[in-house]
């Protein structure tokens, strides 16, 4: 009997210490289980940023994680969330490029009894998605129109200033959020005359720009200037993100904008994407909104672990995110904005960037 356990005795050390290190690598209750996270873009930093968060995060916390990009192709998201379902991830996290394109593909989502977190953009359509994480999207243009209103003075009384607006991508559901949030509180200057838009373009259909693209952002405000500012200067433009702001920039740089005589506008944005902010330093944006990503990052993680465990999932909204089908029960993170008289207090001192990212 003693030969026998001095001969299995380093057997079982080894399988001990093999059991501890994979232990180690997965905190109790994660059982390394696989989740999918499908980001939008790589183009732009912040989603690059949140798939990075999540990623680091969801690992910490013990899960395997399959983070996939689809290049704002829809075709590509879709089969890549065809691969997570295949591969058996439990839950998936997904930040749409097309809120409405994902019924098919969630279906057999649900069929497999994976569960369903909208990311940021609300996924539209389906009965097979389960929670929704993100920031209070109409407070992001509640806070741009409010922006506006104080630069301006338009409670004072000031104006009247020339006004041009532009809206986010026709397939995210934020977009229509942040348009009514901003001009909730534009439109009472708007129809007293203090805000002239002098294009008369304010529907989404005629502002919206396809896929958030700078580019297009940048050959609308063209048009704008060359249409309705010969002899004239816009004073404010609404724009709903950084994308769009870099875009809108670079037309009124090269229409001759940022001089004595003809300042820059009064202009959005969201994000606070690095370059955005050094514009803000520079002068040429003047407030980009804030949603720390660490933020929601953090929030999904939270609900991830909460639907592993069977525990309820915290949410703090039931009645806001009505996707056609049903009511996603949400949790909203707030939005803050900042411009270059905060950004120290809320993007250096947070760690969230260095003053070496801003140079
Ligand atoms: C996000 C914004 C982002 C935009 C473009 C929106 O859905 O909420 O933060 O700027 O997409 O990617």
């Known amino acids: 009997m003693s030969e026998i356990l001095k001969k299995t005795f380093p057997g079982f050390m080894v399988l001990g210490l093999v059991l501890s290190v994979f232990m180690l690598g997965c ?48 075709a590509t998201q879709v089969s890549q969330l065809e691969n997570m379902i295949t591969k058996g991830c439990k ?18 989502a649900g069929a497999a009894g994976i569960k369903v977190i909208a990311y940021d953009r609300l ?60 001009m909730d509180q534009l439109k009472p200057y708007i129809d007293s005359g203090k805000l002239v838009i002098n294009s008369k373009q ?23 200037l060359v249409g309705f500012y010969s002899g004239k200067k816009v004073d404010v ?14 037309s009124l740089k090269a229409a001759g904008y940022g001089t ?3 300042p820059f506008p009064v202009l959005t944005g969201q994000d606070c994407d690095k370059i955005n902010v050094k514009m803000m330093l520079a002068g040429e944006q003047s407030m980009s909104i804030f949603k720390d990503t660490r933020t929601l990052a953090e929030r999904t993680v939270t609900m991830v672990g909460e639907i592993m465990s069977g525990k309820t999932v915290t949410v703090n909204d039931t009645k806001s995110y009505n996707n056609d089908v049903k009511i996603v029960p949400s949790y909203l993170c707030e939005p803050v904005f900042a411009d270059k008289d905060n950004y120290k207090k809320l993007l250096i001192d947070t760690g969230y960037y260095t003053e070496a990212d801003l140079k």
């Open 123 to 182: 996924i539209k359509g389906t009965a097979n998605v389960d929670y929704y994480a993100t920031f209070d999207n109409y407070l992001v243009g509640k806070i741009q129109g409010d922006y506006i209103v104080n630069k301006l003075g338009l409670k004072d009384g000031k104006g009247p200033y020339n006004l041009e607006v532009f809206g986010g991508s026709p397939d995210d559901n934020n977009a229509f959020l942040f348009n009514q949030g901003a």
């Open 260 to 262: 004595a005589a003809k």
């Open 27 to 74: 905190p109790a209750g994660s059982g390394g289980q696989m989740v999918g996270v499908a980001m939008p873009t790589q183009s732009l930093q912040r989603w690059n940023q949140d798939g990075a968060y999540l990623k680091d995060k969801l690992e910490a916390a013990g899960y395997q994680v399959d983070l996939q990009y689809a290049n704002n192709q829809v």
């Open 237 to 250: 433009v609404l724009s709903p993100n950084d994308s769009l702001a870099q875009g809108i920039v670079a």
């Open 202 to 224: 304010s529907d989404m259909k005629q502002i919206a720009i396809q896929s958030w693209k700078a580019e297009t952002a940048q050959a609308r405000m063209d048009n704008l």
């Open 91 to 108: 839950v998936l996290v997904i930040a749409s490029i097309d809120g409405t394109a994902l019924k098919g593909v969630l279906e057999k």
